[in-house]
């Protein structure tokens, strides 16, 4: 009886340890301080998320906001969803035909390529940034946002691929054989029965590859450049040595806010499936 | 629906690992037959079966369908329809979306394909249960889903691998009889992987026994049981009492006689053994009967009495380290554990073949 | 290949052939090669050929100002200031090429100030510079070598003393001389061994750390150091100390890492645990959700998270201060301790979920049965569920091991650059801030190396595969 509750009293601690900073950012968010603090109230204010659509005038009017760029923030949001929207597909691609080979593919290849295609999520995410960097610099395209497409889908690739891999293991071949059989075409029998059987991996794939693409920092900040991106501008500003508006503090807020919804939705969802 | 027959002319089969799956074989399924190909795990029988329907190319030797040389066509072009093990129900489809598969496959349009999906769902009797998933069906269901789903191609050979295996006592011996009916409306020539004899024996027109990677007899349900053709066919096509010897003398009338452990026995000859040949004495439990004066006669203890309703199976022993199992109706005047008895069996009840591979006993098999 | 014919037919295959090779090559094997080029090269301006390059550009552009300066001496001398300090291009030099002056300064500054008093025209930083007893880079800096001596050419410089016609000549010779140096050298240098181990040599390089006696004994008591002496990262010469840097940086990143994962391990495995064999269906939902939503949640959130925490006007600081146990606010962002930790917190999620999800697998019927046989918790565990758990443990160890190794954006945002740097900002520092990439390549050449290695050891004695990786994920 006691190790359970010790064990159920070690599990709550840790819930805590994980919730604890992320609670503290979300109340400091509201706080009318800047830097951002929990320990010195100063009165309740909504105004670290209005930065984001206040007028121009009462902008300026803030002796605090007036010295953000709001635009630079939006545009560098704004990379990040371009870079996302060419990285998802990409590493959609390649994900699924890296899992195809690497489970229908008998070869002797197949060893070395299970390396070589897990390699990039093995390795420090600096040092992809950096070969990426090197290597289309010696091409002559200059850092940017094509170096950090580039550099991200090396190993965001890798997530779908997994992905697909364990649900391709889990279909029996005799599926594709039964269609074959009856007289489908390779093709036919892709569109009708792989790619609906994978379906559901390739969402999830999907929105793992989107998350880890808006959130990857370490990549980023060597491929990028000049180029900005929604987290290497949150990185810059949380590096500010004399604290910052709690701007970021809002938009956290806002991120784990989403994730909440988004994780129970999911859960929601998946157990009203399991249950027939 | 027409069958054609299929020839094996010289098929071999080797993997890429070297292993050999089946040595040359030739092998002629007849038009509209049921023919069963029977043997252990392993033997080879789902491999003749993967290249027929195109899944696997001969390393050796030819297909033929209906006369047609099958080199180089692939399975989805074969006038062959496979039916799995696991069935492979598509399990993203409906049911009749399964069977209308190959229908769409064809290129037929939507409201084609539903008819003909529902005719052969009337077929199977499952017409009702057209816009279920395949998930939602029972196992004999299923079954018959999957039959549905290979007959709308319209094959001239259905190729069944092991498609009874999943499914209870009860609800095989149902289909046995449902699937020889179907054959016998469709005219379809049927070939039927099993590793169960009594599938085989029951429902085949003819069985073809393999072991490792050979055929090695071909014939009628009958002729298997009754005149095997080699030791490994003995032993594995029903139940069998085996002596292993040496042949000491042939007889005027025929018959051969054999010196085992349980003593000097006589049985029939078909193989035309001399004397001095090691060989195996055969004989069913059923041609064992108890009485005096037989050709082969013994006293032994009975050691286990099995009563499986209207046989008893008895366990006998008949000498040091040799036992006979006797299989005999139940009259209901039966012995017991420990009692002495008198049984034997006739000369021409057992059957004498050279030795050979034997089938493993449950014994070996729980090993 | 037969099968994926068969399968997916031909378009299909060549498609997903085509998109792996270009992953594989373009994306992976390519720019890694590059990078081992890069490292293997040496930096440019390191080379002879550079040197002899800047001196004959150094040269002719000390022709072309005095060119200048005596077809317009009134006017340049009215500008006498403006010229007597060239430094960036913004100035309308009519250098041939129309180049930038170099504004990068070797020189001696005093020195130039003393010529120019003397002399009849103004200070020229190129002409100062063009001067053929230049000093040539060279990895062992002991002995100083200069090019005049090391190419036996003749020791020219243009003297500001001299009349302003032989300067023109002195430096028109000088120009020609360095022109056929670099030619040669060009060709030597082409037709050399192009590759060098140089830049990997930079990593072991030992550093003289000033410090005054009393800071030494200070330093000396550390226990670190004391380790790092004891493997040769750090010694004594001459009553100095040295260290080896860049070694230092990796064995302390490498070691905290492997520290990281020690303590992520044995604070998941109770917490997976709990979650997929200890509790009711009902009840691990939440506790799922629970884990998953910091998991999914911007990882640079989640360290942003904790500057509210170590900050100057933080809740620690605030807290303590508040409670009068402290004057003035600790500088948490100055210990390696804060990093540590808030690496612990961001990456720990990545232990759990692998160990969860293998665990989850077990049948807990086993562990009933285990127990019914008369086992302890204890006996249970290590016979049942540690043993079935395994490639779980392993792959979660992998990553947040590399996870912690890699860590950037951790140190770089909690430090702030207040304290001992990670080995990944080394690497960006010698990229982005120092200039020197081919050092830098090395540097995460064999950063990769080391983690690899240690990778594939941790694997060699977990008896891990990589398949494992496909389906713990």
Known sequence: MTSTRLLNIYTGGFLVFMFAPLVLMIVSSFNNMSPPSVTEWHGFTGKWYAFFWM???????????????????????????????????????????????????????????????????????????????????????????????????????????????????????????????????????????????????LMSAAVIAFMASMENYNTTMFAKGGACTFATEIGAMARNPNGHPPVINSVGTVIILLTVIAAAAHTFLSRREAKP | MHGKDVTLDGVAI??????????????????????????????????????????VDPSQGKVLIGGDDQQGIGPNTRPTALIFQNLALFPLMSVWENVAFGLEARGASKAERRKKALELLDLVALRDQADKKPQELSGGQRQRVAIARALAVEPSVLLLDEPLSALDLKLRQHM????????????????????????????SDRIAVMNAGVVEQVGAPDEVYNAPATAFVASFVGEVNQFKGRIVEIREDGLAVIETVAGVLVGKNPKGLTTGDAAILFVRPEQVQPGQHLTNQFTGQVMRRDLEGAFINYEITIREGAQLVMHTTNTGDGVGVGAELSVGFQGNGGIILPEGQLARTGRELAA | MKSLLNGFGRTLTIVFFVAVLVWGLVLIILPQLTMLERAATAPKRQLDSSIALSLRRDARTCVSVLDAYTVNPAENGASNTGLSIPSVSGMALPSPSGMAVPSSSTMTGPKAKASAEVVNRPYILQCDRASTHKQLVREDSVAKLWLDEAYDVETLSVEAADPIAVQKQTAEKIALIADDLYLQMKQAEAAAFPYTTGNFGKLFAARLIPLSPAQKDIEDAKLSKQLYGLIGLRFERDGQIYERIGLVTLTRTISFALMATTLALLLCYPVAYKVALASTPERAVWLFMGLVIPYAIVELMRVYAWTTIVDNQGLLNGVLTGLGMIADPIQFKRMPATVFVVIVYTYVLFMVFPIFNVMSTLDKNQIEAAKDLGASTVRTHRRII????????????????????????????????????????TIYNKFFESENSNVGAAYSFTYTLVCFVIVGLFMWLMRTRLKDFARVQ
């Open chain 2, 14 to 55: 080797t993997y890429p690992n070297g292993f050999t799956a089946v040595h040359p074989t030739n092998l002629k399924v007849e038009a509209g037959e049921f023919f069963s190909i029977l043997g252990p795990s392993g033997c080879g029988k789902t491999t003749i079966l993967r290249a027929v329907s195109g899944f």
């Open chain 1, 55 to 201: 007028e121009e005038g009462s902008l300026r009017a803030d002796p605090i906001l007036r010295s953000l760029d709001r635009d630079r923030f939006v545009g560098c949001f704004g990379n990040s969803l371009f870079i996302a929207s060419i990285v998802v597909p990409l590493s959609l691609l390649l994900g699924l035909s890296g899992a195809i080979l690497l489970t229908r593919w008998r070869s002797r290849a197949n060893g070395v390529l299970w390396w070589v295609l897990l390699s990039p999520m093995l390795a420090p995410g600096i040092v992809l940034g950096l070969s990426a960097l090197v290597f289309w610099g010696r091409l002559g395209v200059n850092a940017g946002m094509f170096t950090i497409v580039m550099a991200q889908t090396t190993f965001i690739a890798g997530y779908p691929m997994l992905i697909l891999m364990a649900r391709l293991q889990r279909q029996p071949v005799e599926l594709e054989e039964a269609a074959l059989d009856l007289g489908a075409s390779p093709f036919r029998v892709f569109r009708r029965l792989t790619l609906p059987y994978l379906a559901p991996a």
């Open chain 3, 386 to 425: 540690i043993p079935h758990s395994k490639p779980g443990i392993a792959v979660g160890c992998i990553a947040t091991f590399m996870l912690a190794a890699g860590a950037f954006s951790v140190p770089r945002i909690i430090s702030r650059g207040l304290q001992s740097e990670w080995f990944s900002q």
């Open chain 2, 176 to 203: 046995r009889a449902e699937l020889r009916d179907i054959q016998k409306k469709t005219g379809v020539t049927f070939i039927y992987i099993t590793h169960d004899q009594g599938e085989a024996l029951t429902m």
